[in-house]
C-alpha cells in the first residue's frame, strides 16, 4: 500500500530534550517537505527537499534540521525543543513536483514539549 | 504570498445540501489544489486545477478557477455527514518546492 509513515504518532517531551521525528515513504517520490500546523495558523511548511541530498528551508525553519540521504526517508531533528514547537507535525512526498505537486501527507505527529 | 486564503472559516450544512467553498490568493499560478483532512488526520489530496482550465468534476466535486479573479471554489453536491472535515486550498506558482496553504474552512454535515 503506497503512504508516508511517519514516527512517533504522539510524543510528549521536555525542553532541550533531542528527538527525531521519521518519516518515510514507498512511492518512490522525490519530494518530500515537513509541515506544522497549529491552530489559527494553518499548515506552515519548515522544510522541504526536492531530491536526495537537496534540502531547503521553508516559511518556519527555525530550530528544526532535517537530512535526506536516501530517497525514502526524511527525518526532522528537533536538537534542543522548546515549548513553542509543540504543534501537530506532518511529513508529505510528492512526484513530478515541477509539473503538478499533487502530495501525499502522513497521519501526522502530534507533538507536545513542556 | 502565494498562500491561499479560504472562506468561510465555517460552514455547517445539512445531508443533501450542497456545500461551497471558496479560495482567494494573490499571485499567478501553474495550478490550485483541493485537500481535505478529517480532524487532526493526514491531508487527502482531492482535485487539481490547472491554470488554463476553468472547471474541473470529480464524482460530487466540482472546482472552478478564475485567474482574472486569482479565485476559486469547490462545490461538493448533495453533501453526507462523512463529508465534515476541513478543507484546504493549496495554490502552486511557480516557485519550486513551494505548495501553501490556507488556515481552511471547517465543514459540518448534519445528519
Known amino acids: 500500500e503506497a503512504q508516508v509513515t511517519q514516527n512517533p504518532r504522539y510524543l510528549i517531551t521536555v525542553t532541550g530534550k533531542k528527538l527525531t521525528v521519521t518519516c518515510s515513504q514507498n512511492m518512490n517520490h522525490e519530494y518530500m517537505s515537513w509541515y506544522r500546523q497549529d491552530p489559527g495558523l494553518g499548515l506552515r511548511q519548515i522544510y522541504y527537499?526536492?531530491?536526495?541530498?537537496?534540502?531547503d528551508k521553508g516559511d518556519v525553519p527555525e530550530g528544526y534540521k532535517v537530512s535526506r540521504k536516501e530517497k525514502r526517508n526524511f527525518p526532522l531533528i528537533l536538537e534542543s525543543p522548546s515549548p513553542n514547537q509543540t504543534s501537530l507535525y506532518f511529513c508529505a512526498s510528492g512526484t513530478g513536483f515541477l509539473e503538478a505537486g499533487e502530495l501525499f501527507f502522513g497521519e501526522g505527529s502530534r507533538l507536545t514539549v513542556l | 504570498s502565494q498562500q491561499g486564503e479560504e472562506d468561510p472559516q465555517a460552514l455547517s450544512i445539512q445531508e443533501g445540501e450542497n456545500a461551497t467553498m471558496n479560495c482567494s490568493y494573490k499571485t499567478s499560478i501553474n495550478n490550485l489544489q483541493w485537500y481535505r483532512q478529517n480532524s487532526g488526520r493526514g491531508l487527502v489530496h482531492l482535485i487539481l486545477i490547472r491554470s488554463n482550465e476553468r472547471e474541473k468534476h470529480s464524482g460530487r466535486l466540482r472546482v472552478t478557477l478564475d485567474t482574472s479573479k486569482k479565485s476559486s471554489s469547490l462545490l461538493i453536491t448533495a453533501s453526507r455527514a462523512a463529508d465534515t472535515a476541513s478543507y484546504f486550498c493549496a495554490p502552486r506558482g511557480s516557485t519550486l518546492g513551494r505548495l501553501y496553504f490556507g488556515r481552511g474552512t471547517q465543514l459540518t454535515v448534519w445528519p
Open positions: 527537499s526536492m531530491n536526495v541530498e537537496v534540502t
